[in-house]
């Protein structure tokens, strides 16, 4: 797929936007949203709570709902908390059926639990509606099918995606450029220019403290499971096969553990690398302390202007490196949900609809990843200005696919639990063959046990 790059200076693009978001409350503006065949002031006078991640394409979100506001009449309160205490708040207010979050923050780790138990509202009928929503205005083919995916069971629609990202390789160009370094194509490759990349800035007194490579090491569901399983993908590995049985006890998975404790300990990597929150990796690199990293391809917004980073124009990207069976990563899209004991479904069908138009979207490109097409090649392949990412951008919007286990799975946050903390120990120098032998048996027993309770309450 071709597309074509022109220059952009980045502080025109910093003035367009203040400019942008100066007028964008006056009335003129709602034009773009009125443009659809509805009635959006149809539930005006409601009130509704949206739940929300303190991540930036979140946050981003924050200063236009006074737009949306305007263009409804429906008055929002809009709750950020820091990731670990969203997900509390979340369970309790679904678990407790409160009803107190009109609009949740959905991933694909939650999405299958959030479905089996009713907790979230099936969202085709509002799609469908041609009161609430204008097809032709909102065209959600334009939504990229990789994550559409991640928002649906058994191929009903769920929840829908604003935010959309995938582990990508950053890397300082100009440090690859200084010392030849090739771009790393395959892992062994990566663990070559790892030790290549360290020894070069080891020798060179302006790069003091600077370190070769980090990728996610801590414990959690979603945290270096995130990486390590399109790892284990790419030299064939799986957690689970079709059938619900673990495949964790395999030459592959030890194989491609043993590659992914070599990239983030020892030579190369900070000393506390075991240590890294995925926060604290993108602080380093952004900080120029970190010279590649496997990060979030939304991670692009933080280091892409001379504002936010001093190394802004110094940062490439590629796809993860190749296994000996694939090239993979783990898509992965924040999406909006309804809760099913929303008595304001209506209203939140209505922000969902407008949060995640191609309208807002593009007001939100500065700050977080669109899964709409439209605005990567009409606007972000422009602005961004990197052959390299824009490249890995359409690569991960064409071939990104989850692993099993994160695909929506109900299992997911006890097993991925399970397999995290395993991980860890390896990271640690556990024994690869005994942990995964161990861990197999473990999470067997584990879908056993969640197979007879889901019975039980059935």
Not at 417 to 445: C, L
């Amino acid at each position: 797929m071709a597309f074509s790059l022109f220059k952009f200076k980045k502080p025109l693009l910093s003035v367009a936007l203040l400019i942008f978001c100066q007028c964008s409350f006056a009335s003129a503006t709602l034009q773009h949203w009125q443009q659809a065949s509805i009635n959006w002031q149809s539930e005006a006078g409601s009130h509704i709570n949206i739940l929300a991640d303190e991540q930036p394409a979140f946050m981003a979100l924050k200063p236009y709902i006074p737009l949306f506001e305007q263009l409804t009449g429906i008055s929002v309160g809009f709750h950020a908390l820091e990731q670990s205490q969203m997900r509390v708040r979340r369970h309790q207010d679904l678990r407790e059926a409160t009803g107190l979050y009109d609009v949740l923050p959905m991933g694909i780790t939650f999405l299958g639990e959030a479905q089996s138990h009713g907790w979230i509202e099936p969202l085709q009928p509002y799609i469908d509606n041609p009161k609430l929503t204008d097809k032709a205005w909102y065209q959600l083919e334009d939504i990229s099918e990789r994550s559409l995916a991640l928002c649906k069971i058994d191929n009903t629609l769920y929840s829908l995606p604003f935010d959309f990202s995938a582990p990508i390789y950053f890397y300082r160009k100009d440090l690859f450029e200084r010392f030849n370094l090739d771009v790393p194509d395959t892992y062994e490759q990566l663990q070559a220019v790892k030790i290549k990349l360290q020894k070069a800035i080891d020798r060179t007194p302006s790069l003091n403290g600077m370190h070769a490579f980090a990728s996610r090491t801590l414990p959690g569901a979603g945290l270096n499971t995130w990486t390590v399983l399109p790892v284990m993908r790419a030299y064939g590995a799986e957690v689970i096969d079709a059938q619900g049985q673990s495949v964790f006890d395999s030459p592959q998975t030890a194989q491609s553990l043993q590659v992914y404790r070599d990239l983030v300990t020892g030579f190369g990597n900070p000393d506390n690398s075991r240590l890294l929150h995925f926060y604290e990796i993108r602080r380093l690199f952004k900080e120029g302390q970190l010279a590649s990293a496997f990060l979030a391809s939304h991670f692009y917004n933080e280091i892409d202007t001379a504002e936010e980073s001093d190394i802004w124009n110094k940062w490439e990207a590629a796809p993860l490196p190749a296994g000996p069976i694939a090239r993979e990563t783990s898509p992965w899209a924040w999406a909006f949900a309804i809760n099913s004991k929303s008595n304001k479904k209506r209203a939140a069908w209505l922000f969902i609809q407008w949060a995640t138009s191609e309208q807002t979207a593009a007001l939100l490109s500065t700050g977080g990843s669109p899964p709409r097409q439209k605005v990567w090649h009409d606007k972000l392949f422009t602005l961004v200005n990197k052959p390299g990412f824009n490249q890995t951008m359409l690569w991960v919007f064409e071939h990104a696919t989850p692993d099993r286990l994160q695909a929506g799975m109900v299992e997911f946050p006890v097993i991925g639990e399970i397999i995290s903390q395993t991980f860890s120990q390896i990271f640690y120098g556990a024994d690869i063959k005994q942990s995964i032998k161990s861990t197999d048996a473990k999470i067997n027993a584990n879908m056993q046990a969640l197979k007879i309770r889901s019975n039980i309450q059935q």
